[in-house]
């Protein structure tokens, strides 16, 4: 800062001098210049060492720091409620919205045998079965180690499960269509209409599966053909025909259907209940 | 010589006992009974006029289940003749069939049973079932009919049938395709020359609790020996001190010594037979049971010899579920006490009975560990 004569930006302008505002020409930039009297070198002095700085004209409030830590706490619950928003349902609202409550007149074993004749379709599709009577029983069984994997991250609503072994003696014996897999339960609907919860952990099941396709193999079925065996398939489950039994063990099967799809299983040590 | 955690109880008094009288009914599954005493020719053939007879079947388990839920006798013991302890059952007189399963059968029966407390053992469930028809709703007896069929259905690939051992109170049936009748035969051993000690088998009043523990010990020793024909007893037995050091309890005589074994499946009833035939009066108790026994009464009520006395041991069978029945009202809501099948298990009983109409008496009952009959 020069010690000599200092410009003093308050002092009022002299009258004669008249403002004029304009863009191409402002004021500030041409004011400087021309109090920059001493200076050989106004304009040069201007844009190196005035153009474009911030003074500060007085010391501002400093954010302290439990504001910082209010203001980073808010910032980390949005964007965990928006991480949120992707999620499923949980318990409480799907039990208010009552989604999977069977209706009075629906908890019948019949009326959840179309769902699983659809499912013993899906079957076919997925492991490729033969169609029916083209090869004899004996010869027929497909290799399980290419069925294996595929079963693992199949969807298993629809299909018929009896409980062979279990920590519970009450559940040994429990036949039914899985109408809703969770998690950590199976919800069957048993021959009797009776609809039962059963906890994966602690029981093997036996899962069939069967043996030739039930698809229909050809579009050009004459229709007489395809009205008696649509009203035959209905009638039947999956037990009624040559069929594949295979053990599902509950306590490494503890997984929602839809994760179980995208999961790696790894081979365990022991499957002991 | 007893294993370790075996138990052992002794009692004494007087005849009659109750003790005495309801030993054959609380333990229903013998597998030897040896009853060994100084040489009497009328008692040997008093003993050996009785003939324990039992049955023999192989056949699933359901379909004895069936047999034994339509057999107009109440009353079947059976029994399958098996070295294996996994998995094994019996149907005891009160009319239930035990089950006890290992781990993996329990869980495959579904049927709900109780697990055995006992630390140390395999892990084991016990279920009972009522054999007959009428106690049980149409449901149950679905599922536990469905339940036997199941494990027969697991025994066919591995040990196939059972051999089942039984025996029922009433009429005996002939030999058949569907079964066969077995008569025990006694194995009668006779031994000259063995120092035979006079029993004294009260306490004496001056006489602590240890002495008389050892003295009874020693006689019960003697009589273990006995049993199995030791050369110790031998009157000129001069063995090597650095072999074995045995001396027999004074004081003693010498004598012969005749021993008599049964090995088979033995029903109750011929225990109490046996029992009966060597304390009670038999013409007294039953008025005309044996006509043609009118010369047989009662060995120790009717002998003049103050040195007489009678040994009678009883082996259970340790494969069996159920050990004693305590209670022999045959009250079936009740359950006898737990324990492990097991073929190295201990479950004996060993009567000596004095001379005379209330002659005095001591009675050893040993278990093992794994036993729940006395907590």
């Not at chain 1, 899906?122 to 027929?140: F, H, I, N, R």
Request: aromatic content about 8%.
């Amino acid at each position: 800062m020069s010690t000599l004569t200092q410009v003093d930006p308050y002092k009022p302008l002299a009258l004669r001098t008249r403002v004029k505002l304009s863009t191409d020409a402002p004021f500030t930039p041409t004011y400087i210049q021309a109090s920059l009297t001493q200076s050989g070198d106004p304009q040069g002095i201007y844009t190196s060492r005035v153009k474009n700085r911030h003074i500060v004209l007085e010391n501002p409030a400093r954010a302290s720091n439990v504001q910082k830590e209010h203001d980073a706490k808010k910032g980390r619950r949005k964007s965990e409620k928006k991480k949120r928003k992707i999620v499923a349902l949980g318990r409480r609202p799907t039990d208010a919205k009552g989604l999977w409550k069977l209706e009075n007149g629906a908890q019948k074993f019949d009326l959840f045998l179309p769902l699983h004749q659809l499912w013993m379709g899906y079957m076919s599709e997925l492991l490729g079965l033969p169609p029916p009577s083209s090869v004899p029983v004996a010869e027929a069984m497909p290799s399980a180690s290419s069925m294996h994997p595929k079963l693992v991250k199949a969807d298993f609503h629809g299909s018929l499960l009896t409980v062979r072994q279990s920590k519970n003696p009450c559940l040994v014996g429990l036949s039914g269509i899985v109408i809703h897999e969770t998690e950590n339960a199976f919800k069957v609907i048993t021959r009797t209409d009776q609809l039962k919860l059963i906890p994966k952990q602690n029981s093997i099941f036996t899962l069939a599966v069967p043996l030739y396709s039930t698809l229909l193999q050809t579009q050009f079925e004459p229709v007489e053909a395809v009205s008696s065996a649509l009203s035959g398939q209905y009638s039947g489950t999956v037990l009624d025909a040559p069929h594949i039994a295979f053990d599902l063990y509950g306590n490494q099967f503890c997984f929602r259907s839809a994760d179980r799809a995208g999961r790696k299983f790894k081979a365990k040590e022991t499957i002991e209940l | 010589m007893a294993r370790a955690h075996s138990r052992v109880m002794l009692t004494n008094g007087t005849l009659p006992s109750t003790q005495l009288n309801q030993f054959s009914a609380v333990h229903p599954f013998t597998q030897q009974l040896d009853i060994v005493f100084p040489a009497s020719d009328e008692l040997e053939k008093a003993l050996t006029s009785l003939k324990p007879t039992y049955y023999k079947k192989r056949c699933t388990l359901s379909d004895f289940f069936e047999f034994a839920s339509n057999s107009p006798s109440r009353n079947i013991t059976a029994l399958p003749s098996t070295s294996e302890c996994a998995d094994t059952w019996c149907i005891d007189p009160r009319g239930v069939l035990t089950l006890c399963v290992s781990k993996s059968l329990y869980e495959q029966l579904g049927l709900i049973g109780k697990k055995l407390p006992f630390k140390g053992c395999p892990e084991q469930y016990v279920i009972r079932i009522p054999v007959r028809q009428e106690t049980e709703s149409v449901a149950v007896r679905a599922k536990q009919k469905a339940a036997l069929k199941l494990w027969d259905e697991l025994r066919e690939d591995g040990l196939g049938k059972w051999n089942v051992l039984y025996c029922q109170s009433g009429a005996c049936l002939g030999t058949s395709d569907s079964h066969e009748v077995v008569i025990a035969q006694p194995q009668i051993c006779p031994s000259a020359d063995i120092l035979i000690p006079i029993p004294a088998l009260a306490p004496i009043p001056e006489e602590s609790t240890e002495d008389w523990d050892e003295r009874i010990g020693d006689l019960f020793e003697w009589v273990g020996m006995a049993c199995i024909g030791a050369q110790r007893l031998k009157a000129n037995d001069r063995v090597n001190p650095y072999v074995a050091v045995y001396e027999v309890p004074t004081p003693s005589y010498i004598g012969d010594v005749t021993r008599i074994t049964w090995a088979a499946f033995l029903h109750q009833s011929f225990v109490k037979d046996a029992l009966d035939t060597v304390t009670l009066d038999i013409l007294r108790l039953n008025g005309v049971k044996r006509i043609d026994d009118l010369l047989c009464r009662s060995y120790l009520a009717s002998t003049t010899d103050n040195h007489a006395f009678v040994a009678i041991t009883r082996q259970g069978c340790c494969t069996s579920p159920v050990g004693a029945i305590p209670d022999t009202s045959f009250d079936t809501a009740r359950d006898p006490p737990l324990r492990v099948p097991e073929n190295n298990a201990e479950d004996t009983g060993c009567f000596i009975l004095g001379p005379g109409q209330n002659g005095n008496f001591v009675f050893a009952e040993s278990i093992g560990q794994w036993d729940a009959r006395w907590g």
